[in-house]
């Protein structure tokens, strides 16, 4: 089975191609560049290195979200486009799952952080046993005390890695309760080689779908959609309801009897 993996969904850009239990090629760069120029132009290089026919490949695995909403647009188009044009499924990878499987078979619990701006992390919890990867807490977004709440509640070693270690370390430093460790530089970024390995699991598994059907998850709403939503309630709450003025002024203002027995009986003044 041959697997091209491809992640973009992070700072990091990386491709890799994945053949049974061999690791053929990867290419991956952390540096000041956008995705779209450089993710076709290292799986050509890869490709060309190792002589690879692209329609030799099964299926092309990517990065599905979360993180970064424009290099998961990528991401997902590169992917995409190459399924349309080889007729190749697609298998989409949990980002945060592809982040925590570069640590496979470690022996203490598995915390990915990716950055996810606001004090938010994208994150979820994993451990490894017999039976491969078991997901503790599904990907999510969510703020950093809860997550490290969370990690406490397990009382269990853990070990984090992804681009939130250095923005919450300080934070991890003063309130994680169990043991714990940071991932070395070779494994604590997203890396195309352990998407294309999960993504072989879940090929076997039959967890694939077409280009078309391809979609980025996001788990929430982009920052310029919140704004969008946050200025519509804002003056929506500015608008007055029909009537809502005529309703006010029907009824008794409390200590206006006069204005309530305009119409009962009149009562003779008398003068002692």
Known sequence: MRIVGL???????SVAVVEDDNLLAEYTVNYKKT????LLPMLEEIAGMIELDLQTVDAIAVAGGPGSFTGLRIGSATAKGLGLALDKPLIQVPTVDGLAYNLWGAGSLVCPLMDARRNQTYTGLYCFGEGGMEILIPQCAVGIEEMISNVNNFEQDVVF??????VFRDYIEGHCQVPYTFAPAHM???RAAAVAALGQEYYRSGRVQTAA???PEYLRLAQAERERLAAAKAEAGKEERPGEKAEVGKGER???????????????????
Request: hydrophobic content about 15%; overall charge negative; proline content about 7%.
């Open 7 to 13: 992640d973009s969904s992070g700072l990091v850009a």
């Open 35 to 38: 995705h779209s120029q450089t």
């Open 161 to 166: 890695l992804g681009d939130g270690v250095p």
């Open 188 to 190: 604590n970024k997203q």
């Open 213 to 215: 059907e391809h979609c």
């Open 254 to 272: 409390p200590g206006e009897k006069t204005e309530a027995g305009k119409d009962g009986p009149k009562v003779e003044e008398t003068h002692e």
